[in-house]
C-alpha cells in the first residue's frame, strides 16, 4: 500500500497514508482549484500513470520540472522511490533517507507493481487493471453509460476481454482463442494456395468423381498384381481391356463430332442463302407487272438486307466458333486412334503391363493428392467452425457468471444504500459489447451513484489493489447516501483515496469518519502547493 508522498513544492511537503479510506478533505464552500483532483492525479502517477503530465501541464508550467518522493509498503517491507516530471519514464529505487540506489524503467516499475500486489495470474498490464478504477476529474473514465471504458475510444470488446481477466477467468478463453487463431491460419494457408494454383480446387463432384476414379484403379491394380503371370503370358487381355476403354472415349468424341458437323452443315446452309434483293433484279418484275410499287419493294428489301446483316454476322461468329470446337473433337480422336495403334502393336512386349500400371498409378495419385486436399479443406472448415462455437459458449457461460456476481453484488449495495424496494442498475456482458441499464432516476447524481457503486462491486469481488474517487462523483447524490457509502468503502478493507467537500451536510457520523480519515485538508487559503496561480 502507499505510506507517503513527499515533495518540495507542497505546502506539506510531506502527505502521509494508511490502510482503508484516505479522504483528501475540501472545504466546506466547495471551493474548485484548490488541489484535490491534483492530488488525486498524483497519487495515480505514483501508481505509474499519465494523466498528470497530460491534464495537468499547468503545475509543471508553474512550478517548473520537480520530483515526488514515496514509499510502498508490502507485507512488513518498506520500498522507496522517485518519480519526476522532466524523465517521467525513469523511476529511482531510493533507500529510506530517498538517496538514489538503482534507476528503473517506467516498465520495470510497473512490473514491480503488479509483483508485490500479487497480481501475476490476471492476464492484464498492471496500469490496465488499475486505471478504470481511478476514477479522477480529466481522465477520460467517467463515462456513467460506458463504465467500462479507461478511455472514450477504447473498444468495447478490449473491455469486455478485460473484465474477464480482471475476475481472473481468461485462462480457457486463452486456450481456446490460440486453437481458434491456429485454425484460422491453417485454413488462410490452404486457401492462397488454392487462390495461387499451388493446389487444384475441387468441388463436391469432382471430389465424388476422385473417389470412384481412385477405387476403380486400385481394383485394376489389385487385379494385376493378383494375376501378374497370367498378364506377362498374354499381354492381349491387358491391351484389350485399354482399347476398350479407348474406344468408348472415342464414341463419345464420334458422337460429338457427329453433333458439331450437323450444326455446322446449318450454319453454313443458312450463309449461302442468306443473300438479298439487289435493285437491278427487280426490273423483270416490272416488265411483266408494271404497276407494282417498286420504290416500296425496295424499302422493305432495305430492311431486310439490315437484318441479314446482323444475322451473316451472328453466323459467322458460330460459324467459327463451331469449327474450332470440331477441330478439338478431332484432334482428341487422332491422339486415341494413335494411342490405340500404339497399345496393339505391342501385344508381345511385357513392357505394357509395366507402362500400364505406371499411367494406372499417376492418375491414382493425382486423384489421391486432390481428394486428401479436398477433405483437410473440408475438416479445417469444420475444426474452424467448431473452435468459433466452442469460444463462443464458453465465453457467454464465463460472461453469464461475472455478470451474475456484479449485478448480486451491486444488489447488496443498492439495498445498504437505499432500500430493498429500490431498483438497482444492471450490468448486462455480451460477446463483444455490454450495457449499464440505468433505471428510472437518471439524474447526474443517481448516475455517478451507480458508478461507484459498480466500482464497489468490483473492487470487492476481485484483488483490485486500490481505488481511487474523486469529488465530482459525489456531487449531487442525497446525502444520506453518501454517508452510507462511506460506510462501504469502510467495510472494504482495502485502501482507498477519495476527494470530497462539503462534509457537514453528510451527518455527524459521517463528518467524524471523514475527518478521522483524512490525510490533507485543503481550502481558499492552504492550497495543496506553495504557490497559488489562480488569480
Known amino acids: 500500500m502507499l505510506t507517503e508522498i513527499r515533495c518540495d513544492k507542497f505546502r506539506e511537503e510531506l502527505i502521509k497514508f494508511h490502510s482503508g479510506i484516505n479522504v483528501v478533505l475540501g472545504d466546506s464552500v466547495a471551493t474548485n482549484s484548490i488541489g484535490k483532483s491534483t492530488l488525486l492525479m498524483i497519487i495515480d502517477f505514483v501508481y505509474g500513470g499519465e494523466s498528470f503530465l497530460e491534464h495537468n501541464k499547468d503545475v509543471v508550467r508553474e512550478l517548473g520540472d520537480h520530483d515526488y518522493y514515496f514509499s510502498l509498503k508490502f507485507g512488513n517491507d518498506l520500498h522507496f522511490f522517485r518519480r519526476g516530471t522532466f524523465e517521467p519514464d525513469l523511476v529511482y529505487s531510493c533507500n529510506e533517507g530517498y538517496q538514489e540506489l538503482k534507476p528503473l524503467s517506467i516498465e520495470e516499475y510497473k512490473a514491480f507493481l503488479k509483483s508485490s500486489y500479487s497480481l501475476e495470474n490476471i492476464e492484464m498490464s498492471f496500469r490496465s ?6 476514477r479522477i476529474w480529466g481522465k477520460e473514465n467517467l463515462d456513467v453509460k460506458h463504465p467500462l471504458h479507461s478511455f472514450k475510444s477504447q473498444k468495447s470488446s478490449e473491455c469486455i476481454t478485460n473484465t474477464i481477466k480482471l475476475f481472473n477467468m481468461y485462462e480457457s478463453i486463452r486456450l481456446l482463442t490460440e486453437k481458434l487463431k491456429k ?32 477405387a476403380s484403379i486400385k481394383e485394376e491394380i489389385e487385379d494385376i498384381k493378383k494375376n501378374l503371370q497370367k498378364y506377362a503370358i498374354n499381354i492381349k487381355e491387358l491391351v484389350n481391356r485399354e482399347v476398350i476403354e479407348l474406344k468408348i472415349e472415342k464414341d463419345k468424341l464420334l458422337s460429338e463430332k457427329l453433333r458439331l458437323d450437323s450444326r455446322l452443315l446449318r450454319v453454313r446452309n443458312d450463309l ?12 423483270p418484275l416490272l416488265k411483266y407487272f408494271p404497276n407494282v410499287n417498286a420504290e416500296k419493294l425496295e424499302e422493305v428489301e432495305s430492311f431486310h438486307s439490315k437484318i441479314s446483316r446482323i444475322l451473316r454476322s451472328e453466323l459467322m461468329s458460330s460459324e467459327a466458333e463451331l469449327s474450332s470446337s470440331l477441330d478439338c473433337v478431332v484432334n482428341e480422336i487422332n491422339k486415341i486412334d494413335n494411342k490405340v495403334s500404339e497399345v496393339t502393336s505391342n501385344f508381345e512386349n511385357p513392357n505394357i503391363v509395366i507402362d500400364r500400371v505406371y499411367d494406372l498409378s499417376k492418375e491414382h495419385e493425382s486423384a489421391r493428392i486432390q481428394i486428401e486436399y479436398f477433405e483437410t479443406d473440408l475438416q479445417i ?27 448480486d453484488k451491486n444488489r447488496r449495495n443498492v439495498t445498504k444504500i437505499y432500500s430493498e424496494e429500490r431498483r438497482c442498475p444492471t450490468l448486462h456482458l455480451g460477446q463483444n459489447s455490454y ?46 447516501a453518501v454517508a452510507k457509502l462511506i460506510d462501504l468503502y469502510e467495510s472494504t ?3 482507498i483515496f477519495i476527494a470530497i467537500d462539503e462534509i457537514e451536510k453528510y451527518g455527524t457520523e459521517a463528518e467524524r469518519k471523514l475527518k478521522t480519515n483524512k490525510v490533507i485538508e485543503l481550502n481558499n487559503e492552504k492550497v495543496l502547493y506553495v504557490k497559488d496561480w489562480r488569480k
Open 129 to 134: 487493471i488499475v486505471s478504470l478504477f481511478s
Open 272 to 283: 449461302e442463302i442468306n443473300k438479298n434483293i439487289k435493285s437491278k433484279q427487280l426490273a
Open 493 to 495: 478493507g482495502k485502501q
Open 183 to 214: 485454425k484460422s491460419e491453417e485454413k488462410s494457408t490452404i486457401t492462397k494456395a488454392f487462390k495461387e494454383g499451388f493446389i487444384t480446387k475441387t468441388s463436391k463432384v469432382e471430389y465424388k468423381k476422385n473417389l470412384s476414379t481412385s
Open 435 to 480: 450495457s449499464f441499464e440505468l433505471v428510472e432516476d437518471t439524474g447526474t447524481g443517481k448516475a455517478y451513484s451507480n458508478l461507484i457503486l459498480l466500482d464497489l462491486a468490483f473492487f470487492e469481488t476481485t484483488i483490485l489493489p486500490f481505488l481511487i474517487h474523486d469529488s465530482v462523483l459525489f456531487k449531487n447524490i442525497q446525502n444520506d
Open 381 to 407: 472448415k469444420n475444426d474452424l467452425n467448431e473452435s468459433k462455437k466452442k469460444l463462443e459458449e464458453e465465453k457467454t457461460k464465463i460472461l453469464k457468471l461475472i455478470e451474475s456476481i456484479i449485478n
